[in-house]
């Protein structure tokens, strides 16, 4: 039960109370929403009931009821028996003034309801009809409340013709119903009680109550359930105290199901009833079963419950307990008192929260306490066959057994075995997969066929033998004969394999067909049909695991009427062992890819299979992908997968190693430069490999170039770290990382610059310093500075005279130098005395300048001496060389300074040296530069030596050779000061090495030859020379030590050229050695040009033959020196004219290469005529393959021969579609337009084959049938010279074999479609050839009929489903037939969707009147195509079906009666084709239901005299203005209504001549419904039309308020009706029409009388 929430608890208690006499009263509520289940427990009351939502009505309130309803009080409420809840639609009503009166009687429920009780039993106490009370009352005015309850009233039925839309509950408990069709008209109803009532069945049920949700039908006298409509929502069945003794029919939706006190619950027992039950549910959700919970929470726990249940009673078991079979008692009477006396749905609140636990101990333990699961299988399987072996008594094919394989489990078949008696041996029968075998026995003791355990009885014929005809499976059977029908002894036991399948496929003699199909049972139930499953046996797939499945045999006769189905049903489909068929790895195995495990699964539904990957260093990776790691790179990859299935169970794992894993190609990624790219900063790679194991990867660190944009390596800069320098300012820099891995293969280069080029720092100073020898005058000063920031520019200097101010001390700075870029000042004179100082400001090549600088001088600026700070001898020191000296004069101006030049022997210098009295290191100096500055007591080794020489320069002689040199230098100022002599000394004066220069060859370089070479000599005096010549082979400059050659005795000045010289170069090198024993260097030549040999010679050459087609031309050559086989010879074919000389200089020759015979001679062919004949001979010298001149010979023209056809032949077969060929060789020069002609020779004629002329084939066709072919050749030279004629004739020309191919249907295989048929003939003149289509009925050959004789066939209804099939059989003109040829379309016939179009409705729309509906159906052949029938006040809707033809049906008519007066009605047409497949439903225009002039002039008739007798009616009916008189032949008056008590006219839906008065109910008994007859339709029409419209009438109230007060107040007095009819026109034209269905019949018919004349 649904718990209410907590705006429910809030709202106002409509808590029904009981009262005296049974009846409860509830209020109305406002709220109107859904109302909640109602349990077996609470069924009949209303706690917890949500109302539903509001419905729209059709009829105003006002109409609802004529009884006035005074003030409610306290006591109104304790005398109530019937009870109604009025709905609270009022806002649509017409704000009239009877409007206003009918409202505030709506609003006046309990006083109604008390003076209603009042009038009831008042007609109660009058009603009464072949002596006794009428029990019926008429509810048709509540039709628009929601709650009717009445209870306790002796009622056996309901009068309710009207519909009653907003009807949701009935409560009809303690009264005598037993038949509910009178429910049809309340389609909302959801809570219906009718318990303590005369109920024995539920087949009466209407199916129309779709929204029912619970039924109370406990105390009746219920037995079975069967017949019990399916209700979809359905959810609550109280069925307590009933006669219940099986569960056939029970629905399956239920939540709450209660079959307490019935027999089936004494015979199982409590307990074992809601296990069967459960297992019938499954895990539908079932929540109740007898008051006792059986799903408190939804847990592990209860699912395990319900499993074992569902595992006990389920599948087979629980439809066999559908189709009536109850399992045996387990434990009889152990729960027999459980709930014995829990006989009132309403006390048993506390049991039916019985702890769930409880209900789990009893449920979880099915097969303790009876039979187990396998044994109550066997006995329902029993049950079942004896079921089906019923089916086919006294049948011609009679079932012996059914049965399917036990254990059915995942990818194991399931076969049926099937054995069937053939009561007539003779039948043919189709039955696919089956086969039918006799079994004979000569012992006629042996009366029975024992086969798969079934003893068979066999009939004895007529020549005393037993036989027995079998229809059963192919297979293998063992079988035997037995005296007994149950004995377990066989005779004549044997083996047979039946393989043969049985029946004939000719349709005329097939008795029966056997159609197989399996079918699977659902979660609701039902067994769906298995698609395309048609054969005796069945492969489970994992989606039928845990399902059952159902092979059903239908039997049909020739006519293809059902005879007998048999079934049998499988036991649960279990899942097979989990396992893996196929496990493999897939991806490539290269690091950083995604390896994917591929595996087939088998055994039920995989659930969390395991795949587990082990990687290198047992790295574990779970899922079903891994991802190559840089670990597992050289190693292999295992991959174990454990497959589990959806419950758990695993299977046993299987193992995969991958190959070997190959590293990734090495790469660089998030490469980057770290630091700031500054001049002075350091930046820094970082980056990431991948690819392996990194080896020692590449670094360079690269500068662009601002002009190309390229980047250029900095030389040696190949770490990580980079300190950016000054030539990096302005450039971009760029690093490059080649990744290199372990094994030394490297990947792509990768780069990455920086994002702007290198800014230089700001410019600045530092170590600013002057440098000077010496603070004196003319002595340079320096300023120097470590210049920083970019590159320098034109930085400042400017130098200031540092003195001091005599009186204060202070320093005076004298300018003394422009700022400017000189970074040196030389001293002067007016420096000497002061300090000197230095600012520097630094300036950057763009300007910028930096922070400037000062620095002074360490002292003061001192004068000197005149002094040669540093003397140097310049030049060669060589014999006839010039030196001189280089010096620096220092102090003052030089005057006539002092130079003397001495020789002096090696070992003095070397004593000077040695002794230390030569000052010669004081300047770093030595060598040719020493300088002495010192003074020595004993200086008389500087005289030493002879003087040569005074001045600047001195030219050395023979005589200074193996001595040196010394200078002396006195330094003399302009004034005559003299300053310190310095001296220098020179190295050992040495003579030049001899040396060769221009050294050259000389002479003609040709074989045999002789060349010379020479070379000028310096360098003292030259005692002898030697002489080499090498031989250079190849190209090049001769100095590859792998190309020279020298040659061995060539050692003079001169050589004569060799033969082995010749092809190479030449090259003379020579060497000199002085007097003194000195060698000079080997000099050589440059090579000589290539050594060329003598070339053979020719004395003579001459072409011998004559020039014409077909001759010989040979060469003939004498000379010296040449070898034959080695000179060439050219053929050529020139024009006459062309080639005038030998050189062929001449560019307009034309000439083409020939083919010779030999290399010696040339055989003329035809293409050579009108040309010359040439040849080219080149002689070519055997030892060194040395050509000599080529010599150029040809002959004259060449002439033509005489044309002529040789070897002429004619191939070919002469036979039609053959083809012969002309073969022949032309002779005779160049070949002109030769000439072919073909001729068909006949018996009488020739013919020339003009078509075919001047080809070589000729296609011989039908039309040379019997006739020759003769081929003509002619040969014709170029020059229009014929020859003589060539020719031959074939045999005679013979037909082929008559045949046809590419045949082919053409056009699509479908209803309506066109097939045509496309064919080749071939095989001579065709005759008659036929043509047949046929129609193949089945799927044998012989079963087909002929249905055309054309190449076309337009295909018919009659061929859906089957195959169509052309075939050509070629026949010759001589009547020779070919093989036939046969095609079928490529499937069966199709039929177009079922289609129907022009759907409308004809007749007469008049009531009592027939229309019917009619439509173009396409699509196949129709079947019984659906027609349902609606009916609505207004052409939008809503629309609803009719009462006298509810629902779908096949029947296209329709008859209105007077409930479709003035309503539209419209008809949905259905198609339905011949095999049962629907098409979409199409709706007939819209028709409106009249009323006859009939009719209308009798209604005139009797609403002009106030009064009307039906006759026709049995018992008749007397009408008047105010009540109704019904009176049997007798003339007894059978009942007497008053229509101000309430009367209510219905028309019988199910008989079209009847029809019922209700009168209001009496108040002791309840109102019985009188049932008239008519002859007629029409009658009963009319008769119904007119007794509505008395009533109509009677509500005066009514009636004044639509048609007038004068004409309700004539009617009433039955005085001047006609004249009032005027005054009622004018009122019923300005009114609206009521929506009460009698009121609005009432208004149309005056309407309709009023438009009349009266």
Avoid at 406 to 417: T, V
Avoid at 1105 to 1114: A, F
Avoid at 1157 to 1169: E, F, R, V
Avoid at 1251 to 1276: G, W
Wanted: with cysteine; glycine share 8%; aromatic share 8%.
């Amino acid at each position: 039960m649904t718990v209410p929430s907590k705006s429910q608890k809030a709202r106002p208690d409509t808590t029904t109370q009981k009262v005296k006499n049974g009846p409860i009263a509830a209020a109305p509520v406002k709220a109107k929403k859904r109302m909640p289940l109602i349990s077996a427990e609470n069924a009949g009351t209303t706690n917890g009931i949500k109302k539903p939502a509001p419905v729209t009505p059709r009829v105003p309130t006002r109409y609802v009821n004529t009884i006035p309803r005074p003030a409610t009080t306290a006591a109104d409420k304790k005398s109530t028996s019937v009870t109604t809840t009025a709905p609270q639609h009022t806002s649509t009503l017409r704000k009239s003034a009877i409007t206003k009166k009918v409202l505030s009687r709506v609003m006046q429920p309990t006083t109604f309801q008390k003076q209603y009780r009042k009038e009831i039993k008042k007609e109660q106490k009058k009603a009464v009809f072949n002596g006794r009370d009428i029990t019926t009352i008429n509810v048709d005015e509540y039709f628009q409340y929601e709650y009717l309850y009445f209870r306790d009233m002796e009622l056996t039925t309901l009068d309710c013709a009207s519909l009653f839309p907003n009807l949701r509950l009935v409560d009809l408990s303690s009264n005598q119903i037993s038949n509910l069709e009178f429910l049809q008209n309340m389609p909302a109803l959801h809570h219906l009680s009718i318990s303590s009532n005369a109920l024995t069945k539920l087949d009466t049920l209407p199916a129309e109550l779709t929204e029912l949700e619970s039924l109370v039908v406990g105390n009746n006298r219920i037995r079975t359930l069967q017949g019990m409509p399916a209700l979809e929502n359905l959810r609550v069945l109280s069925l307590q105290s009933n006669l219940i003794d099986n569960l056939n029919g029970l629905p399956f939706s239920l939540d709450t199901l209660d079959l307490r006190e019935n027999p089936i619950v004494v015979d199982l027992g409590s307990k074992q009833l809601r296990d069967i039950i459960v297992g019938l549910h499954g895990f539908a959700p079932l929540k109740r079963v007898n008051g006792q919970r059986v799903n408190k929470v939804d847990s592990d726990k209860d699912r395990n419950v319900k499993k074992r249940a569902l595992e006990q009673y389920g599948g087979k078991i629980a439809y066999c307990i559908r189709e009536g079979y109850l399992p045996p008692t387990e434990g009889q009477g152990e729960n027999a008192h459980a709930e014995g006396d829990n006989t009132e749905g309403d006390s048993s609140t506390a049991r039916a929260e019985e702890d769930f636990t409880t209900i789990t101990a009893q449920v979880s333990t099915p097969t303790t306490a009876g039979l187990p699961h396998s044994a109550i299988l066997q006995q329902a399987s029993t049950h079942l066959i004896r079921q089906q072996l019923e089916k086919t008594d006294n049948l011609p094919l009679r079932l012996y057994y059914i049965g399917l394989t036990a254990d059915p489990s995942e990818g194991n078949p399931i076969s049926l075995m099937a054995i069937f008696k053939l009561m007539d041996p003779s039948l043919n029968i189709i039955a696919d997969g089956f086969t039918q075998h006799t079994f004979e026995n000569d012992q006629t003791e042996l009366e029975y066929l024992v086969i798969n355990d079934q003893h068979i009885p066999m009939d004895k014929g007529l020549d005393d033998k037993l036989r027995c005809t079998l229809l059963l499976p192919l297979g293998e059977y063992e079988f035997g004969y037995s005296a007994l029908p149950e004995s377990d002894s066989l005779e004549s036991a044997s083996v047979i394999t039946l393989s043969e399948p049985c029946g004939n496929l000719d349709t005329e003699d097939t008795d029966l067909y056997l159609f197989l199909q399996w079918f699977k049972l659902d979660a609701q139930g039902l067994f769906q049909e298995i698609a395309n499953a048609n054969d005796v046996s069945l492969v489970p797939q994992v989606h039928d695991i845990g399902a059952n499945v159902k092979a059903q045999l239908f039997c049909f006769d020739a006519e293809s009427n059902l005879l007998f189905s048999v079934f049998d049903i499988s036991d649960k489909i279990q899942e097979a062992v989990p396992q893996c068929r196929s496990l493999s790895i897939e991806g490539a195995l290269v690091e950083g890819n995604t390896i994917v495990a591929q595996k087939e699964y088998f055994g039920g539904v995989e659930g969390d299979s395991k795949f587990q990957w082990i990687g290198a260093n047992d790295r574990l990776v779970d899922g079903p992908e891994y991802e190559l790691k840089l670990s597992d790179v050289e190693h292999r990859v295992r991959l174990q997968y454990t497959p589990v299935r959806v419950d758990g169970v695993q299977g046993q794992p299987v193992t995969v190693e991958s190959d070997i894993v190959e590293p990734a190609e090495p790469r660089i990624v998030d490469l980057v430069i770290q630091g700031d790219a500054k001049e002075g900063e350091s930046v820094s790679v970082a980056y990431t490999y991948y690819g392996g194991f990194e080896g020692e990867s590449a670094i360079q660190w690269m500068r662009q170039n601002t002009e190309t944009g390229l980047f250029q390596p900095v030389v040696g800069e190949t770490d990580r770290l980079y300190k950016v320098s000054l030539s990096d300012v302005h450039h971009v820099l760029q690093v490059c990382v080649t990744p290199i891995n372990d094994k030394g293969h490297s990947g792509e280069d990768a780069t990455f610059a920086t994002p702007a080029p290198v800014v230089a720092s700001e410019p600045r100073a530092m170590s600013l310093a002057i440098t000077a020898l010496k603070l004196e005058e003319d002595k340079i000063v320096v300023v120097e500075a470590e210049y920083h920031g970019g590159y320098e520019g034109k930085s400042l200097v400017e130098w200031y005279r540092i003195s001091k101010n005599v009186d204060n001390g202070e320093e005076i700075r004298e300018h003394i130098a422009e700022a400017s870029q000189q970074q040196m000042y030389k001293c002067t004179f007016d420096d000497v005395g002061h300090k000197l100082e230095v600012e520097y400001t630094p300036k950057r090549e763009d300007g910028i300048l930096g922070e400037p600088v000062r620095q002074q001088t360490d002292g003061v600026i001192r004068s000197g001496p005149p002094k040669c700070s540093s003397i140097h001898i310049v030049g060669d020191l060589v014999q006839d060389a010039k030196v001189g000296i280089e010096y620096e004069y220092k102090g003052g101006i030089e005057g006539s300074s002092m130079v003397r030049w001495y020789r002096v022997a090696a070992e003095a210098v070397q004593d000077v040296y040695s002794s230390g009295s030569v000052g010669g290191e004081e300047n770093g100096e030595s060598g040719q530069n020493e300088v002495d500055h010192n003074h020595h007591d004993d200086e008389s080794h500087l005289h030493d030596g002879e003087l040569v020489g005074k001045g600047y320069e001195y030219k050395i002689t023979l005589g200074d050779t193996a001595h040196r040199l010394r200078v002396e230098y006195t330094p003399v100022r302009d004034d005559g000061v003299q300053g310190e002599l310095v001296h220098a000394f020179t190295e050992v004066i040495h003579a030049l090495p001899p040396v060769l220069s221009n050294v050259h060859m000389s002479g003609d370089f040709n074989e045999y030859e002789k060349v010379s070479g020479s070379a000028d000599y310096f360098g003292g005096y030259e005692q002898v020379r030697r002489h080499k010549w090498i031989r250079v082979i190849g190209e090049g400059d001769g100095h590859d030590s792998s190309h020279r050659i020298q040659i061995q005795d060539a050692s003079e000045d001169s050589y004569i050229i060799d033969t082995a010289d010749v092809g190479h170069r030449l090259i003379y090198t020579v060497q000199s050695i002085s007097t003194e024993g000195i060698e000079s260097d080997w000099v050589e030549t440059e090579p000589s040009t290539i050594i060329q040999p003598q070339q053979p010679t020719i004395s003579g050459a001459k072409l011998i033959g004559s020039p014409q087609e077909e001759g010989c031309i040979r060469l003939e050559v004498e000379g010296e020196d040449f070898d034959q086989e080695l000179s060439t010879v050219e053929w050529v074919r020139i024009k006459e004219g062309k080639e005038d000389d030998a050189d062929q200089t001449s560019s307009s020759t034309k000439e083409s290469p020939l083919t010779p015979s030999s290399k010696w001679s040339y055989n003329i062919t035809l293409h050579d005529i009108g040309y010359s004949i040439a040849c080219r001979f080149t002689p070519v010298r055997g030892d060194l393959n040395i050509s000599g001149e080529t010599l150029f010979l040809k002959t004259d023209p060449v002439s033509s021969g005489e044309p002529t056809i040789e070897s002429f032949q004619l191939k070919g077969k002469p036979m039609e579609g053959h083809t012969l060929r002309a073969q022949y060789h032309y002779t005779g020069g160049r070949e002109g337009n030769t000439q072919i002609k073909w001729y068909r020779i006949g018996s009488s004629s020739t013919r020339e084959m003009t078509d075919f002329n001047n080809t070589t084939e000729y296609p011989v066709s039908v039309e040379d049938l019997d006739a020759r072919i003769k081929c003509e050749v002619t040969p014709m030279r170029f020059d229009g010279v014929e020859g003589i004629p060539q020719g031959e004739t074939s045999a005679v020309v013979r037909g082929g074999e008559p045949s046809v191919f590419n045949v082919e249907i053409l056009g699509d295989a479908a209803e309506g479609k066109t097939l045509r048929a496309r064919h080749q003939y071939y095989g001579g003149i065709e005759g008659d050839s036929q043509k047949r289509w046929y129609r193949v009925t089945s799927g044998s050959e012989a079963d087909k009929e002929v249905v055309s004789l054309n190449d076309e066939y337009a295909i018919s209804l009659d061929d859906i489903d089957h195959y169509i099939q052309f075939e050509y059989i070629p026949i010759r003109q001589d009547g020779v037939r070919g093989v036939p040829e046969i095609i079928t379309t490529k499937h069966p016939v199709r039929a177009n969707p079922a289609t129907i179009s022009q759907v409308q409705i004809v007749g007469n729309s008049q009531v009592s009147e027939k229309l019917s509906v009619t439509g173009q159906y396409t699509g196949g052949k129709e079947g019984l195509s659906v027609v349902e029938w609606h009916v609505s006040a207004s052409r939008s809707g809503p629309w609803t079906a009719v009462a006298s033809a509810p629902g779908k049906s096949t029947s296209k008519d329709f008859y209105p009666t007077v409930d479709e007066l003035n309503q539209f009605v419209r008809a949905t047409y259905t198609p339905v084709r011949l095999d049962g497949v629907s098409g979409a439903p199409v709706e007939s225009q819209l028709v409106q239901i009249h009323m006859g002039a009939t009719h209308l002039q009798n209604l005139t008739e009797a609403v002009q005299q106030s009064q009307v007798t039906l006759m026709q009616c049995n018992p008749v009916i007397v009408l008047s203005h105010k009540q109704l008189l019904l009176t049997d032949e007798a003339k007894k008056n059978v009942l007497k209504s008053s229509f101000e008590k309430g009367l209510v006219i219905l028309n019988d839906a199910k008989n079209e001549n009847q029809f019922f008065v209700r009168p209001a109910p009496k108040q002791n008994a309840p109102s019985d419904t009188i049932a008239l007859q008519t002859t007629s339709r029409n009658e009963r029409d009319f008769a119904v039309l007119v007794c509505r419209l008395f009533v109509g009438f009677a509500d005066q109230t009514l009636t004044e308020d639509v048609y007038g007060k004068p004409f309700a107040q004539a009617w009433k007095k039955k005085k001047n009706v006609s004249n009032a009819l005027e005054t009622a026109q004018q009122q019923v034209a300005h009114s609206e029409k009521p929506q009460d269905l009698d009121m609005a019949l009432v208004y149309e018919v005056m309407r309709a009388l009023l438009s009349q004349d009266m």
